[in-house]
């Protein structure tokens, strides 16, 4: 590689000053054309990625490891879609946030503006770097993308896509950077970059307890989806079965998927068995109180109780009351996405209040924490910190404020 | 020490719990307890104070580090009204930050919750103790308080009053917690406490370099402030010059001064002199045109133009136009607050857009940049990062947010 990480992140600070003050049209437009050119060069993605399948193949790579990588041409589609569809939502720079006069007749505001740099360190999947420079893009901020060595590939042919298009309509190709060194040194480099306002992590347990460890850049943490669903005293039965059947079947492998199912003991005896029809296939490990209700299940150890399973398997425990439940999510949960199913108003208020994690539910299945279900459009993760930014992230989590104070000659006294 | 850093963490967790469900009224009612129980125990806060200042001195302290140690009998007094001016200012926990149905008809709003704990490091100044507290506790935290070992009996005698007044009200103690140890590796393990949802340091470069480089836990910098006044070629000459020597020397050892001056060329020959003698007493360094029109004035180095001087001394470039005056700045300043002088609508509107800083004035000193001057109430520090606050950092600074979705029993098809 001709420049090292410090060059390419001064060219990225560069870009990001022209991005920062360039207006919604002409991001607009680099989008389309970005669109364009990914769906135009198709074939030469497909071949590039394939180059990257066989190598992982030749490697030993696992099938779930596989799937993440490889590229169709639905996928293609899907990536020119995403940063087609990004147009349509609201820029958010320029946003008033907040507006007053102070006593002395200083005009304050409180304005949306651009991150700057943003750096994203991923795994395996080549559509995170067209969906995430999109994001990036269009809030007005330069990427540097770090992809694993295994997508290496797939990523610089997506990458020259999104470049050249950036230069087609007149913006900074270095407002989108491919990070291509693979070494672990380098991955290090990275998380510690001045040049990033903001590093987000993509990827696996140890990827993202690399970037707590070693980053000295603000980080914002897409962590893991330990979700729960509480069945209450007071639940509607048959919506208490449809809500934990789609919790945990609608797609097991994703982060808002249900891992742990906590019914109320009043109700474990009639409902778990209908849980248990309605969740046929799926593995479950349950306390003595469950397994009396339900004797084919597993015994459920603490680490049970604490996995994010992201796959067809199911913790269960049946609770004295609310507070149990409240309890057990403030032990086990990662403060992703709970639920609680019931009539109960006050529970429901109490359960609301006092689970604290990025998004509580109330009568509704944990799926439905993502961006674009919840109105917010494309998301480049979901934030299980408190800080900056928590839950989905939109286009306004890639973007900070800056107070403008306007006078006429006002001097302290 | 009875308890190790982590108890102390698992302490302070359990008790930010209940500290997030307290009601404003309650909330309140300490901090008027705390603000009593300082003022009632003055002398002894002013004994402890003593016995810190003393080692301070045989340790050969410097005047200006026994000034910030130094506690008096009128700043326990501002300790203590700073308790009872948090009670005026609006509870920011629960604010609904916004909220909209969605197709499928689940109600989505984001309300603004406690951050959690909150962990301030610090140097010297006990009066951090009471200001940092009181406004986690106002915002629904807990606080975790590591201060220097030179004000170790000041802050115990600070803590123990606020403890004291969380009890009086029903509150737990463990709320406010000071962290006593005093050994460097007790600063890089409190760095690194998963118990603090945030960290904040208060204090010098060092501090900052440290936390930057140690912390695992999410953090808030409160950085330098090297900040520049650009006088434009139509700027009022008298409004510059009242602006400059305000933001100079109303109070030259504070963030928000003024470090450098940059004139536009026009009119350097007639107003550098004007400066020059309303900023008698400071020590001028320029560069080879500012010192044409003022010969007195020292040659300014690149490393003067990156110092923050925190001193009667300022630094002086002429420059060709507003846009060399948004390079200079880009390259030499911190991002904190930045002022133009000018009549000029076009020039004020770039420089607004242009310079990338947590607060823009415009015909304003940049001594404005607090959070009681801007109209935000008391506050923690002004964050130099742009991720999660960025200025003046009041309450809402200090809490995070979290999705409420409310449905009847939507399922993700």
């Not at 009639?270 to 009396?292: H, I, K, N, S, Y």
């Not at 994010?308 to 049946?318: G, I, T």
């Not at 990025?358 to 934030?383: K, Q």
Request: aromatic share 2%.
């Amino acid at each position: 590689m001709a420049l090292d990480l410090h060059d390419l992140g001064r060219r990225a600070r560069a870009a990001a000053r022209v991005v920062a003050g360039a207006g919604t049209t002409v991001k607009d437009a680099a989008l389309v054309a970005a669109a364009e050119l990914v769906e135009a060069r198709a074939d030469e993605l497909l071949v590039a990625n394939r180059a990257d399948v066989d190598r992982a193949v030749d490697a030993g790579a696992s099938p779930a490891q596989l799937d993440r990588l490889t590229l169709t041409h639905l996928r293609v589609q899907a990536m020119a879609a995403g940063l087609r569809a990004l147009c349509a939502q609201a820029d958010p720079v320029g946003e008033v946030v907040g507006g007053w006069v102070r006593p002395n007749g200083l005009r304050v505001t409180q304005v949306r503006v651009p991150l700057g740099v943003i750096g994203v360190i991923y795994e395996n999947r080549p559509n995170v770097t067209s969906d995430a420079a999109g994001l990036c893009l269009k809030a007005g901020n330069a990427i540097m993308l770090r992809g694993s060595s295994s997508a290496l590939r797939s990523n610089q042919a997506v990458v020259g896509a999104l470049r050249d298009a950036l230069g087609k309509v007149g913006l900074p190709e270095d407002a989108v950077t491919l990070v291509e060194d693979t070494e672990r040194s380098g991955a290090l480099a990275f998380m510690q970059l001045d040049a990033l306002d903001c590093l987000i992590p993509r990827g696996g347990h140890s990827l993202v307890a690399s970037v707590r460890q070693h980053a000295t850049v603000p980080t914002v943490i897409d962590g893991d989806g330990n979700c729960h669903v509480y069945v209450d005293a007071r639940a509607d039965p048959a919506m208490a079965v449809a809500i934990v059947a789609n919790a945990k079947l609608q797609r097991p492998g994703v982060c808002n998927a249900a891992e742990s199912l906590l019914v109320h003991r009043d109700v474990a005896a009639t409902l778990l068995p209908q849980m248990a029809e309605a969740l046929r296939g799926v593995e479950l490990v349950g306390d003595a109180r469950a397994r009396a209700v339900v004797p084919t299940m597993g015994a459920a150890t603490d680490e049970d109780y604490a996995t994010e399973f992201l796959a067809p398997k199911l913790s269960v425990a049946v609770v004295d009351d609310l507070e149990a439940a409240v309890a057990h999510i403030a032990r086990f949960g990662s403060g992703h996405s709970e639920a609680i199913v019931t009539e109960d108003l006050r529970a429901a208020e109490r359960f609301v209040a006092e689970v604290d994690a990025a998004a509580v539910l109330v009568n509704a299945s944990t799926r439905f924490v993502d961006g674009a279900e919840l109105g917010l459009g494309a998301e480049i993760g979901i934030s299980t910190q408190k800080l900056h930014a928590r839950g989905p992230m939109g286009l306004r989590a890639l973007t900070s404020v800056k107070y403008v104070v306007r006078g006429d000659g006002q001097v302290r006294t």
